[in-house]
């Protein structure tokens, strides 16, 4: 856990992302809407972190089906979240855009870090009282086995918000980061 202190980079691609993320497109939020079809649906008990749970739904549908390809070679292309449904399949930045359009389309506050070389999404989960929830839900609740043993990995930002890490890599909300060092944050609220 680290505090993001505000003087941050520049972020790369800022407006070309900032348009991909389309998260009014009805496809993208049809797509979000199934994912909270499809996982967690039947969960009770937690009404107060219902749009939560149904974020790490779509966490789930993305993450378990997500197919990592590289850009083009000597070229950065950035696909609208629409574009990257088609085949679940980008890099790191698709999938940041995909999941972004994805939480903002059912309610939930995403935001992308960028470190060296790499983009992932984060999505809000509150204070440290709310940490101590979802960590329970989590572990205990939604992803049993493939957090077991592990802990959760998050930021506290400048104003004692607590944002969990959602990359492609991980295999539960919290998952373990790619990579540490933070160059800059993008905030969709």
């Known amino acids: 856990q680290d505090i993001i202190i505000a003087k941050l980079l520049p972020f790369p691609n800022k407006s070309e992302i900032l348009s991909a993320i389309e998260y009014k497109n009805i496809k993208v939020r049809n797509f979000a809407i199934m994912a909270t079809t499809k996982h967690f649906k039947h969960i009770r ?13 779509v966490f789930k549908e993305i993450n378990s089906r997500w197919n990592y390809v590289n850009d083009p070679k000597n070229g950065d292309y950035i696909a609208t979240a629409h574009e990257s449904l088609l085949y679940l399949s980008g890099d790191c930045d698709d999938h940041s855009i995909l999941m972004a359009a994805c939480i903002r389309a059912i309610g939930g506050t995403p935001r992308l870090i960028h470190t060296k070389g790499h983009i992932y999404p984060e999505i809000l989960i509150g204070n440290m009282k709310d940490l101590e929830k979802i960590n329970f839900i989590i572990k205990n609740v939604l992803f049993v086995e493939e957090s077991k043993n592990k802990q959760l990995n998050y930021h506290i930002d400048e104003h004692n918000q607590v944002w969990l890490n959602l990359d492609y890599t991980a295999k ?8 540490e060092e933070i160059l800059g944050a993008l905030t969709l609220d």
Do not use: K, T, V
Not at 45 to 57: P, V
């Open 45 to 57: 008990g937690y009404a107060d972190y219902r749009n939560l749970i149904q974020c790490f739904a």
């Open 172 to 179: 539960y909300p919290g998952g373990p980061f790619l990579s």
